[in-house]
């Protein structure tokens, strides 16, 4: 009787026990989804809200098309970033490339690269399409999808591939972070997750 009433005892302990860690992860999670919620709100109260976040997101994105256009050298497809520079650029800087003056850079862009093959510079070709690619897209890509979660989600796509494209050239996960030319490039990428990942949060929230 003693064993059974010893053995049940235990029993009842160990079922305590998992009720009080089931208990305690569900005050968790709980407590870590009101964090992200007063997380988001504070951010926007203090202007850290999207706006920010698409300049800088647009920011990394260009800087690293520099960094592929000096000593980036990896297989990484690269063209990928122009796209996202596409949704995430901040809509005061998009209007002004749609309008007349973008116009003119894509025109003379064109121009040269027509006429004057040799004299137009290889690091010019990537400016130059996303040039040409706002002036010339439809208004479902330019004014419907860009402000959508379809065109989050297309960065966050981008960002997530050129992320885990970025670990495989750099020979795993530690390398892209401790190489002295992998540092700059795993910032910028992951700057680049932080806008879609935000805009998500903040809309599903």
């Known amino acids: 009787m003693m064993g059974k009433k010893s053995g049940y005892l235990a029993m009842r302990s160990e079922q305590v026990t998992r009720d009080l860690i089931s208990s305690d992860v569900q005050e968790l999670v709980v407590a870590a989804k009101k964090l992200v919620n007063h997380a988001i709100k504070l951010g926007n109260l203090l202007g850290f809200g999207t706006s920010v976040l698409e300049w800088i997101a647009s920011i990394a994105a260009i800087y690293l098309l520099v960094l592929d256009r000096t000593h980036w050298r990896t297989n990484i497809l690269t063209g990928l970033l122009i796209p996202y520079i596409f949704f995430s650029l901040p809509s005061l800087i998009f209007n002004i490339f749609r309008g007349e003056i973008g116009r003119w850079i894509a025109f003379i862009a064109v121009v040269l690269r027509l006429f004057f093959?040799?004299?137009?510079?290889?690091?010019?070709?990537?400016?130059?399409?996303?040039?040409?690619?706002?002036?010339?897209?439809?208004?479902?890509?330019?004014?419907?999808?860009?402000?959508?979660?379809?065109?989050?989600?297309?960065?966050?796509?981008?960002?997530?591939?050129?992320?885990?494209?970025?670990?495989?050239?750099?020979?795993?996960?530690?390398?892209?972070?401790?190489?002295?030319?992998?540092?700059?490039?795993?910032?910028?990428?992951?700057?680049?997750?932080?806008?879609?990942?935000?805009?998500?949060?903040?809309?599903?929230?």
Do not use: K
């Open 117 to 205: 093959p040799r004299r137009f510079p290889d690091w010019l070709e990537m400016p130059g399409a996303l040039i040409l690619l706002i002036v010339v897209a439809p208004s479902l890509f330019a004014s419907t999808l860009r402000g959508s979660w379809i065109g989050v989600v297309i960065c966050l796509a981008i960002a997530c591939y050129l992320l885990q494209e970025h670990i495989r050239a750099s020979g795993g996960f530690r390398n892209s972070f401790t190489r002295a030319n992998g540092i700059s490039n795993s910032v910028g990428i992951v700057i680049l997750l932080i806008y879609p990942a935000w805009q998500l949060i903040a809309d599903f929230i």
